[in-house]
């Protein structure tokens, strides 16, 4: 019986066998409608702006004395440390795969993302704190230089998440940016309409509650990224697709008998890879097959690097009566993978 082992990829690299590596992963490059190199420049003007404007708050907001004004370049802080990060990371995954790191450093992405949604909780955390602090005891503010302070930061952040909403934001990296802008705009909007509460009916509480609207907002898009990123961490299959759907679509396909050790897994945000053991009947064509699976999962699921070990599988296979007998499993006739991970997939009795 022959072993017919092949790794299909989209990208430049070179194919080799793989036998049962359910960690493979590829040069495949990122599937990017924009470039790395426009995503990168997206996110330094983004900086920029959100730099600039934040060194002017500060100095306002201690003439003003208005702690929401120290507070909001506070979370600018937070934003320009976020598309920092997302620089760094999107030049190390851009790194060949060398050495030890056979992925490349791809997943630094993923870590980038990771930050951004701690530092958001975090930072809500501290906000509701200062929020509930000041419905008890608010402080004093100039609303006028408020208002106008908050009105020009609304205009900054609506620029800056237009400019990283030009980037590729399929890649979590850039997504957990653009969250800590998008927050940030929220928090200026609420700002300027507790401003201007404060200026027309002097309801000095008005700040805490905007603010406390504000964090409940940074609380779900902190929890959407660190749930993201984790899955990916975790080797969790692409949110979209339903591994045992797949396996059951895989071993419907003509001369297919029998799927196991199917792994699907994100190699980061955007870049899926799927290994699997397929068994094929007594006299099928293997690579016919395998071409026809790695089509379909191209086609039908988007996952274009793929690793298929494809074995003809003993006759005695196909007299298997009862599902769950062990004494039967074609895996034990086949002499491979004595304990599959997950389910197997066999094909229904009866003929192609």
Known sequence: MGDHSHEHEAGPGHAHGSGHDHGAGGHAGHSHGVSADADRRWLAIALTLITAFMAVEVVIGVIASSLALISDAAHMLTDAASIVLALIAMRLAARPARGGFTYGLKRAEILSAQANGLTLLLLGAWLAYEGIRRLFNPPGVEGGLMLATALVGIVVNVVAAWCISKANRTSLNVEGAYQHILNDLFAFIGTAIAALIVVTTGFARADAIATLVVVALMFKAGYGLLRESGRIFLEAAPAHVDPDALGDKLVAEPAV?????????????????????????????????????????RHDYGITHTTLQVDHAPVPVRQ???????????TEDAGHCEEPHGPVHREEPHEH
Do not use: F, K, M, N
């Not at 298997?320 to 074609?330: H, N, T």
């Open 320 to 330: 298997v009566a009862l599902p769950g007998d062990r004494a039967l499993l074609p």
């Open 257 to 297: 008998i029998e799927v196991h050790d199917l792994h699907i897994w994100q190699i980061t945000s955007g870049q899926a890879a799927l290994s699997a053991h397929i068994l094929v009947e007594p006299g099928g064509d293997c690579h016919a097959v395998r071409r026809d699976l790695e089509e379909l999962l």
